[in-house]
């Protein structure tokens, strides 16, 4: 798994003639694992959705490798780029197993089965996500946080060196937020994760891409980008953000008015 080098140029995407992203512009480096943050429709899960097939963008380009992601074929660039939604998924009738099996699916012809190394990546897959223990149970039978793990083991599965995860640790109790995030910090993979989590972006993120009314307005190494001012801009609230006295990383604290909400 190589990780890729993946590049977002101009990119605009409009829906019935209102703009969601506009003029976006990333460079991500092979290895690097960065966060796109900002308020609720912000734009982020739009973007991601231009970078694995899932919406085209209006103008400008996605780059893989300097491959045009779009035009790549569905099963190629499931080869390169694996992705895990934040909406969730149909009901399957399918066992935990079966779910994290389809990740292989884009190396096999029609109606091939799983050989011996498939088999070792899926239950690999499994183990690190802490779902080995589910493997036999109904995937529509499992609760949000277990689904999630489920789903992103199924990317683990697809051995890209880049992935895209919407809301990773949506659903997840704090320990598994933590392994979730660290395990995509130690693949070594090239990383793009939309996370609400300020605090957990600062503290597994090389940068913060911050974005507002579909524009991206700040990209940097989280101490940079995660000030006072861009926080009162963007999210309109007052916070301190301090480096933190253990780890050294920016711990953001919001600051609550008397009435309960956030001081002007």
Same mark, same amino acid.
């Given at each position: ?44 899960? &739009? ?121 990773? &640790? ?10 979730v ?17 300020l ?14 009314a ?5 990209d ?14 963007v ?7 301090t480096?933190?006295?253990? &780890? ?17």
């Open positions: 798994m190589t990780p890729g080098a993946l590049r977002v140029e101009n990119v605009g995407v409009a829906v019935a003639g209102r703009a969601l992203v506009r003029d976006a512009c990333l460079d991500v480096a092979p290895g690097e694992v960065v966060s796109l943050v900002g308020p609720n429709g912000a734009g982020k899960s &739009t973007l991601l959705r231009t970078l694995y097939h899932a919406r085209r963008p209006t103008s400008g380009r996605v780059l893989l490798d300097g491959e045009d992601v779009w035009r790549m074929s569905g099963r190629r660039l499931a080869r390169r780029l694996a992705a895990v939604l934040q909406e969730s998924p149909g009901e399957f009738e399918l066992t935990v197993y079966e779910v994290v099996a389809m990740g292989r699916s884009p190396y096999k012809r029609a109606f091939q089965g799983d050989d011996t190394d498939d088999r070792q990546i899926i239950l690999d897959a499994l183990a690190a996500l802490d779902v080995t223990g589910l493997a036999r149970a109904p995937f529509d039978r499992l609760s949000g946080g277990e689904k999630q793990r489920v789903l992103i083991a199924r990317a683990l599965t697809q051995r890209t060196g880049t992935i895209v995860l919407d809301e990773p &640790t949506n659903h997840l109790d704090l320990r598994h937020q933590l392994d995030l660290r395990l995509v910090r130690g693949l070594g993979l090239t990383a793009v994760l939309a996370l609400h989590d605090n957990l972006a600062a503290a597994f993120c090389d940068r913060i891409c911050v974005m507002n579909g524009r991206i307005v700040a940097g190494p989280p101490a940079r980008v995660l000030t006072p001012a861009l926080l009162a801009e999210y309109q609230v007052e916070a301190d953000v480096a933190h006295p253990r &780890t050294g990383l920016p711990q953001i604290t919001v600051l609550p008015g008397i009435d309960g909400r956030a001081t002007p």
